[in-house]
């Protein structure tokens, strides 16, 4: 059974630094992962999606690597704003179905 | 993009009452839309997996007389939360699979709805 780790729970950087969040799966046999946002009480925006068969994906000052063999993940901000502000969910597609399986996320606080 | 609008956003009942939540795909057709169920400081838990035209399949532990599904078009699924308690109290979010114009699924992609969350007294 697929389960979905993300390291730390909870994280607060001053504006201006470059930070990395973890994300570890147990099963190494995934369709793709994503990485998410999520606004307190509000839906998920997708970030990056990241292919079984891809290493890396970018988006602006964002960049999500993969590392399939060993189950992680990394999600990488660089110059962190305050705007980046919010819990960070990544989840694995497993290939047998689509259904996605959540981390737990991370609690990003970027202080002014 | 894809958007997928809930109904409502925020919803306060007695306990005992029956509550709907509505999922919407806005601007394409879903024929497949899941809901999500999530605790403060927890992941988004999968309740069920809504197939337009057939009968929800819910995952384990979840009471289907519980939490009625009804996916009746290819653009709504609607969730209703009978005789809520207060346990029932949560976020609860929809997603829909883009199929795209060729009808083929893009398991690749789910729009995910705002959220509603649900506050029973």
């Known amino acids: 059974k697929q389960e979905v780790t993300q390291i730390p729970a909870a994280l607060s950087v001053p504006e201006g630094e470059n930070l990395v969040l973890n994300c570890s799966f147990t099963d190494s046999a995934i369709y793709n992962l994503q990485w998410f946002r999520q606004d307190p009480g509000k839906g998920l925006t997708s970030l990056l999606l990241?292919?079984?068969s891809q290493r890396e994906q970018t988006s602006g000052r964002l960049n999500a690597s993969l590392d399939k063999s060993s189950g992680r993940s990394t999600l990488y901000i660089a110059a962190s704003q305050p705007g980046d502000s919010a819990t960070y969910l990544c989840a694995v597609r497993g290939v047998s179905n689509y259904q996605l399986i959540w981390g737990a996320g991370t609690k990003l606080i970027i202080k002014p | 993009g894809a958007v997928v609008s809930q109904h409502p956003s925020r919803v306060i009942c007695k306990s005992g009452t029956s509550v709907k939540i509505e999922c919407r795909s806005l601007?394409?057709?879903?024929?497949?839309m899941f809901w999500y169920r999530q605790f403060p400081k927890k992941s988004l838990m999968l309740m069920a997996t809504?197939?337009?035209?057939?009968?929800?399949?819910?995952e384990q532990g979840v009471e289907k007389d519980k939490f009625l599904i009804n996916h009746a078009s290819l653009t709504l699924s609607t969730l209703t939360v009978t005789s809520a308690h207060p346990e029932d109290s949560s976020f609860y979010i929809c997603?829909?699979?883009?199929?795209?114009?060729?009808?083929?699924?893009?398991?690749?992609?789910?729009?995910f709805g705002p959220g509603t969350r649900l506050l029973v007294l």
């Open positions: 997603s829909a699979d883009f199929s795209g114009t060729s009808g083929i699924h893009d398991f690749e992609t789910q729009y």
């Open positions: 809504s197939n337009e035209g057939s009968k929800a399949t819910y």
């Open positions: 990241i292919q079984s």
């Open positions: 601007d394409f057709q879903a024929t497949t």
